[in-house]
Nanobody, 125 residues
């Protein structure tokens, strides 16, 4: 069983930075690829970033490339999302998710078996 808990959300002005963390209470964190998704009001949940089991491969949606960085520390059972140069359109609830490593589509919600509760990120203009 994988239990994911996000933290680090908050309110920040445009151009600022936040770092989100997602901690897994289970014992098999390194067996999962990890992803971050976000959902803005009135919109569908969308893919933001993904990272492979070892951290050797990362993936980003076009709108965050060059601004966001996903990383993981398997020794700490934690995945991070460093968000820089934040824009108001980055506002939303950010979710951490885990998928079985053999499922190859990082950007599809239904590839992920486990989800955190979400953390709110609000970027003011």
């Amino acid at each position: 069983q994988v239990t994911l808990v996000e933290s680090g959300g908050g309110v920040v002005q445009a151009g600022g930075s936040l770092r989100l963390s997602c901690a897994d209470s289970g014992r098999t964190f390194s067996n999962y690829d990890m992803g971050w998704f976000r959902q803005a009001p009135g919109k569908e949940r969308e893919f933001v970033a993904g990272i492979s089991r070892s951290g050797g491969s990362t993936y980003y949606t076009d709108s965050v490339k060059g601004r966001f960085t996903i990383s993981r520390d398997n020794a700490k059972n934690t995945v991070y999302l460093e968000m820089n140069s934040l824009k108001p359109e980055d506002t939303g609830v950010y979710y951490c998710a885990a998928k079985q490593y053999w499922r190859g589509n990082y950007d599809r919600l239904n590839e992920y078996a486990y989800w955190g509760q979400g953390t709110q990120v609000t970027v003011s203009s």
